[in-house]
């Protein structure tokens, strides 16, 4: 049984900065494209950023985009979070996933593509205040 670790969240002052982390015990992420989304209450999950197995190969979304970064450092077999500038629309419960079937993030944002991701922790909250 894999389930990855989404850790780093907590309560911060809107324009204050986070950064997550997403440890995969167990599972090499070496390989794999990693997605972050988050779900705020009453809302649908929506991705925010993925990094594909080229570190070059990232996607952001335009809602987070020039405020958040996503990395990862294959030597911990961690991927990466940076949230600048957060927002109080930031708020919501973070996780992170690998799609199994690709190693590139070419695809998004594409729903579709969302059924083949796997591993989803228990995610971490994000809380920000006005």
């Known amino acids: 049984q894999v389930q990855f670790v989404e850790s780093g969240g907590g309560l911060v002052q809107s324009g204050g900065s986070l950064r997550l982390s997403c440890a995969a015990p167990?599972?090499?992420?070496?390989?794999?494209?990693v997605g972050w989304f988050r779900q705020a209450p009453g809302k649908e999950r929506e991705g925010v950023a993925c990094?594909?197995?080229?570190?070059?190969?990232?996607y952001v979304a335009n809602s987070v985009k020039g405020r958040f970064t996503i990395s990862r450092d294959n030597a911990k077999n961690t991927v990466y979070l940076q949230m600048n500038n957060l927002k109080p629309e930031d708020t919501a419960v973070y996780y992170c996933?690998?799609?199994?079937?690709?190693?590139?993030?070419?695809?998004?944002?594409?729903?579709?593509?969302?059924?083949?991701?796997?591993?989803w922790g228990q995610g971490a909250q994000v809380t920000v205040s006005s």
């Open positions: 996933a690998a799609d199994l079937l690709r190693s590139t993030c070419n695809y998004w944002p594409d729903p579709a593509h969302l059924k083949d991701y796997h591993y």
């Open positions: 167990g599972f090499s992420l070496d390989y794999y494209a």
């Open positions: 990094a594909g197995h080229s570190y070059g190969n990232t």
